[in-house]
């Protein structure tokens, strides 16, 4: 038995001004890797590739890895990067396999199309019509018929933040090796809600996400090979964005059909549960004060949680916003982080550690998707630590995966530790933080530019957690969405 396997993920906010071209795919801006090295740098991972190659060999079946690319959330992915990646795998498909295990995110928008995930599938099954094709999508896919009509197998991620990266790929390699073992006979239904789920409200720990997950869950114990509701990813203006079901059987189309429409049905039904409420800035940081009066001592930090600026979701990292509500309000004992600004770091390596410096930080960015022109603060303040932001994920969240912040800097402006990067990184892991020498648990206020990933290695830190409404291209208020792809109507865009 031989197989191919490969990794292609962007999330894409076609709101956002960042760039994704074939560098953003791969570490410190080299390509993605392919062949051995992709297997060096995924193998023992929490990654569906890694739960690819493990079943593989565990399967004694040969296979290759032509491409394992992963990118950052951001703009359109560039048409030259989404056609050397495709062209790499479908050249690998063509020399002959007997099945296909894609690790994907399920909503990747390139330059030319809206669905490059249904384009890709195409494009395998133009040159190998009838291989089985098994895919692990994100819980934020937004689903096109195209990913359906050419894949046989597809599973989501049933936790966000997704810790269940790993185990996703083994359901869905599991469900495509029984197949070709002759053990099973995959069937498989999908559909669409007309409604588009804040980020916010998205937390798998959170209802109603939480009831929706479990009930995936459940029907999986009662005989489904894969069965996922995928909550979509709304910061994307494309005509199916949203949410979303795919179940899979075993040889039971009419089964496969009842289980997605009631997931359907159950979601569509508590609908204005996924709708977030935003509590203006002021008051957020007035309420973070008079949490940090009555903390006990010996408890974690308080939590600000910048969620319009999160680079898991397309995000520039660069808007000072909430930052500068904290200066502004006098929140001292605090980490933020992190602010890209690649310009700042060269600055701060220039002076050194101890050097104090005033510079123009963050807002280099503009954001014309949402009408906005970067604003920089300029600030005074002392350069404490210089590393050049290398790391491995510690988990429970992408576990063992080498990450990048590129050179980076600790400047302190006013009792606020300010981690300033120069390649984007969400936090949600412990890693980062240690990598530039800082205990975030030992602090009063911690900032993170972060939606719900930070609670999978975070969250245990936490005395309590303030949402604060910056700007940025990952906000959460629908209003300042342009919405002129999106169906309609869709909820809670129109009332229905």
């Known amino acids: 038995m031989k197989l191919v396997i490969a990794q292609m993920k962007h999330e894409t906010n076609t709101f956002s001004p960042v760039p994704t071209p074939l560098e953003r795919f791969g570490f410190e801006g080299n390509p993605p890797p392919r062949g051995e090295e992709a297997v060096a740098a995924y193998r023992g991972t929490g990654s569906a590739i890694a739960a690819f190659i493990e079943l ?14 992963s990118a950052w959330p951001s703009g359109p992915v560039e048409d030259a990067a989404f056609e050397a990646m495709s062209a790499l795998i479908c050249d690998a498909v063509a020399q002959g396999c007997d099945g296909v295990l894609l690790d994907l995110h399920g909503a990747m928008v390139t330059q030319t199309y809206e669905d490059g995930e249904g384009e890709l599938l195409r494009r395998i099954r133009a040159v190998a019509p009838d291989v089985p094709v098994g895919v ?165 930090p308080i939590v600000l949680l910048d969620h319009s600026d999160n680079c898991a979701s397309g995000g520039t990292m660069d808007t000072m916003t909430v930052l500068g509500a904290m200066l ?58 210089l590393s050049d932001g290398q790391y491995r994920n510690r988990g429970p969240m992408s ?8 050179p980076c800097a600790v400047l302190e402006v006013q009792g606020v530790q300010v981690v300033v990067i120069s390649d984007h990184v969400e936090p949600n892991d412990l890693a980062p933080f240690t990598a530039v020498g800082i205990a975030p648990e030992t602090m009063k206020f911690v900032m993170l530019k972060s939606r719900i990933h930070w609670r999978a290695g975070l969250r245990s830190l936490a005395h309590a957690v303030v949402e604060c409404a910056g700007t940025g291209v990952c906000t959460s208020d629908y209003s300042l969405l342009k919405f002129k792809n999106v169906r309609r109507p869709i909820y809670p865009l129109d009332a229905i």
């Not at 593989?56 to 690319?69: N, R």
């Not at 929706?212 to 489904?224: F, I, K, P, S, T």
């Open 56 to 69: 593989a060999e565990a399967a004694g079946a040969q296979y290759v890895v032509p491409v394992a690319g």
């Open 328 to 385: 502004d309000a006098g929140l001292t004992d605090a980490v933020a982080f992190a602010i890209f600004d690649p310009e700042a770091v060269k600055k701060m390596m220039a002076a050194g550690v101890g050097a104090t410096i005033t510079l123009p930080l963050g807002g280099k960015l503009d954001m014309p998707g949402i009408g906005l022109k970067g604003e920089p603060r300029v600030v005074t303040g002392r350069v404490r630590r």
């Open 136 to 300: 692990a999508l994100d819980m934020h896919t937004n689903l096109y018929d195209g990913m359906g009509d050419h894949s046989t197998v597809i599973a989501g991620y049933q936790t966000y933040p997704h810790i269940d990266m790993h185990g996703t790929g083994l359901r869905a390699g599991r469900a495509l090796l029984a197949m070709l073992q002759g053990r099973a006979k995959p069937a498989m239904a999908w559909g669409r809600a007309d409604m588009l789920p804040h980020v916010m409200r998205q937390g798998s720990d959170d209802e109603p996400n939480r009831s929706l997950q479990a009930r995936c869950r459940e029907m999986e114990a009662q005989g489904a090979l894969c069965a996922s509701v995928f909550v979509g990813f709304p910061n994307a203006d494309i005509k199916y964005a949203g949410l979303s079901a795919v179940v899979v059987t075993d040889n039971d189309p009419a089964l496969a059909r009842k289980w997605t429409d009631e997931l359907l049905t159950l979601a569509w039904q508590r609908r204005e549960e996924f709708v977030y409420r935003i509590e203006p800035l002021a008051e957020s940081m007035a309420r973070a004060l008079a949490l940090a009066a009555t903390k006990p001592p010996g408890t974690g």
């Open 399 to 406: 576990t063992g995966e080498r990450g990048s912040m590129g």
